[in-house]
T-cell receptor
Framework: GQQLNQSPQSMFIQEGEDVSMNCTSS?????WLWYKQEPGEGPVLLIA?????ELTSNGRLTAQFGITRKDSFLNISASIPSDVGIYFC???????????????FGKGITLSVRP | DAGVIQSPRHEVTEMGQEVTLRCKPI?????LFWYRQTMMRGLELLIY????????DSGMPEDRFSAKMPNASFSTLKIQPSEPRDSAVYFC????????????FGPGTRLTVL
């Protein structure tokens, strides 16, 4: 099946630093989503992207839908301790093609922020 | 407003036992999804319902897994018999107004099969 690649598995940054994460796929997606999961909780949607090239912000978070439609990027600026968690990307193919319409998730990147 | 509610939060059982996971979606949501999360495979969709009807169960790993949604406010995921490889975190999510709308996840049930 389709796979989304996120690497590295873990990232360690200092409070106040910016951090970038990317997500790549061998398949084209028409929707990219970024989620954050905190310990003991389910994923929470951070940003949704629906158009190639789209750049969307949510507070200190900015995400971009890659032009090739095979990748997406998430940037967190001026990190704070509560940014700690697992960040997942998810993609969805053609909404009119049933086989691809389910979300495919990456395995996530665990972010640690040192005070 | 209450979010998606799942119970139990943790379940430890022995191989061969029946396990039932429960989910209460957000009131008014017409889609319900069951996911499984493991280190090896990440987050995978098992099955989803629309208006209490199972639409796609192609992600259910084996016949040992079954899911029901007897009404709009309750769903179960059952594993019988359970095996150690079923150990994972199982999430329920719900959405409103369309399959492609935002899914709201519950806190998950961490299942350990010994």
């Amino acid at each position: 099946g389709q796979q989304l690649n996120q690497s590295p598995q873990s990232m360690f940054i200092q409070e106040g630093e910016d951090v970038s994460m990317n997500c790549t796929s061998s398949s084209i997606f028409n929707t990219w989503l970024w989620y954050k999961q905190e310990p003991g909780e389910g994923p929470v949607l951070l940003i949704a992207l629906y158009k190639a090239g789209e750049l969307t912000s949510n507070g200190r978070l900015t995400a971009q839908f890659g032009i090739t439609r095979k990748d997406s990027f998430l940037n967190i600026s001026a990190s704070i301790p509560s940014d700690v968690g697992i960040y997942f990307c998810a993609g969805r193919g053609d909404v009119y093609t049933g086989a691809n319409s389910k979300l495919t998730f990456g395995k996530g990147i665990t972010l640690s922020v040192r005070p | 407003d209450a979010g998606v509610i799942q119970s139990p939060r943790h379940e430890v059982t022995e191989m061969g036992q029946e396990v039932t996971l429960r989910c209460k979606p957000i009131s008014g949501h017409d889609y319900l999804f069951w996911y499984r999360q493991t280190m090896m495979r990440g987050l995978e969709l098992l099955i989803y319902f629309n208006n209490n009807v199972p639409i796609d169960d192609s992600g259910m790993p084996e016949d040992r897994f079954s899911a029901k949604m007897p009404n709009a406010s309750f769903s179960t995921l059952k594993i019988q018999p359970s095996e150690p490889r079923d150990s994972a975190v199982y999430f329920c999510a719900s959405s409103s107004g369309g399959f492609y709308n935002e899914q709201f996840f519950g806190p998950g049930t961490r299942l350990t099969v010994l």
